[in-house]
């Protein structure tokens, strides 16, 4: 049996929160392997965040190399895969995040490894278990070869605490690099304003077609401002341009597992709800009785938004204010 | 420019799914084009086409691996109007990601396009490997979760907008290169070719075949193929055991007024 090395993100001088769940089921999995978790920081300046990852683990591999300023996957697989290989892992790891969907497929085909995607659970050593046909059913798949590659969803994975002893830090050679051709050319940032991550917020408030249009969605800022809640949308209104492509959550957007989330003029159709409905408690507010999205909430309102939000907000500020 | 575009054929995600003896059970499926892969081919077509003269430039191939049947997705791909077909025999719960990254290895190497466009994900299995798997086993660059494509340097290359986590990264990428689409990339204005006029507005979505394009796909080439063919002598390394149903929620109640939902919040869900 063998290691398990986790790429983590970092953001600065510390991890970035979605490595905290990859990490949690890297010591699961190094359990099942009788190996050690191994947290590999990849990318220019990454040796900033080297002293925060060793609260996580016996041992951080850093390859901090200035060819690597922006991430790409044809310099980042070939580290990955090289890591893998000199630290003897059985597992490689990394959070489903637009960086681990991306670079961890052609990592496995340069290690000719199979792969588990998104997965919710480590059963045994090789066996996993994993959404599929948009959350409406699990398959427990179990992979043969010699290294494994992993990515896991987020959502499932509780963030790993702090270990009480201090890592080692190792520093390791990026190799040549070659891209391929390929640049990076520029970041067009969404919108979440100084709002939680969407991945990371325990209250999201999702907005959808039956919001009518963008300017529509300050109300449901205000609401989110009252709860310290992040903002997401169907992709009927980030299509419609209402708000942001990254607000998107479901199949093809985010999943997100949230202790509370209100789901507002949205139908709640599989490919939304393939990313909510693992929400601790969830809350619609549709004027349609008839709307899907009422089968799988805790509390449902049959009612318009522009009649409900407002009286919402103020009713939970006073609450709140309560709370004080 | 030549673009080889593989898809896979899915049952129905409309269609609520049934298991027998711990595996979905596929006997009356009714099978699609994956939805990604639908958008692939239409934005394969936008590449290679003058959308206001109707001339084109370059061609389309389709691939599949899978059985006798799924020549029927592969011929609403013609339809749509895809120059050519190649259908590589497989079954499908033989196959794994890697398998079918190096049989299309196999493919692209006979074919030798400039471009691999395919879906991001298949919305059956929901893995999002292949593509990747493909551009690393073939040594090509990859931009993927594309929302937006551009031809540039006289068709040399590609800036793709990525759907990623905090907004739309541009990669520039050199043809040859393997491109996997995002749901976006049907939107009206998301592949310009710069033959096509710039300002044009395709309307959203794939297109539907027509009428024509029905009759045309019946006499258009379908090349078939095995693994064996192609020289693919993999197994699959990753075995479905078995599939479950998720839990049913508990049904939940509907409340009257925005005080009760929040008392309800606050007393007996305790999340406020
Ligand atoms: C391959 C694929 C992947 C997809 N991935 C995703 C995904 O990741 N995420 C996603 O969300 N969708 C996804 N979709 C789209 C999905 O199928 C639905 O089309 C989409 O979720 C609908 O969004 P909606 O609920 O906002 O809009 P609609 O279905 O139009 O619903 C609008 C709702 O608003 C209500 N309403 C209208 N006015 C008011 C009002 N004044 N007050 C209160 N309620 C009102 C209506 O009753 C209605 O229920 C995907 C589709 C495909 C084919």
Redesign the interface.
Known sequence: MGNVVALCETNGATLRSNALSVISLARKAAELHGGEVILLLVGKGVSAAADDACRYAPKVVVVDNDGLENY???TY?PILAKVAQDQGASIVCATA???G??????????L???????IADIETAD?FKR???????????????DIICVTVRQSEFSPADALDSVGTKSDAEAGELN????????????GGGDRPDL?DAS?VIAGGRGMGNGDNFAILEKLADT?GAALGAS?AAT?AGYV???WQIG??G?IVAP??YFAVAISGA??HLAGM?NS????AINKD?EAPI?Q???????AKWED?IE??TA??AK?KASQV | MKILVPIKRVPDPELKAKLKDGKLDLGGAQWVVNTFDEYAVEAALRLVENADSGDRDGEVIVVTIGPDDAGVQLRSCLAMGADRAIHVQGDDVELDSLMVAKTLKAVYDAEKPDLILMGKQAVDGDANQCGQMLAGIAELPQATFAATIEVVDEGKALVVGREVDAGVEYKKLPLPALVTVDLRIVSPKSVVNHVTPDDHEYSDGPRYASLKGIMKAKKKPMDQKTMGDLGVTATAVVTELEVTLPEARAAGQIVESVEELVKKLHEDAKVL
């Open positions: 790409l996957a044809e697989a995040t637009a960086i969907k991306d670079v961890m497929p052609r990592t496995a085909a340069l000719d490894s199979g792969m588990a995607s998104d066996t959404a599929t046909l948009a959350g409406n059913a699990f398959s427990r798949v179990k992979i043969s070869s891209s391929y051709g390929a640049e990076f050319v520029k970041l067009e940032g969404g991945n209250i709860m992709r299509d942001p492509a990254d199949q093809t985010k202790d509370l599989i490919q409905k601790k408690t969830i809350v009785n009422f799988i909430a805790d509390y449902g309102l049959v409900t009286p919402l009713e939970i609450l």
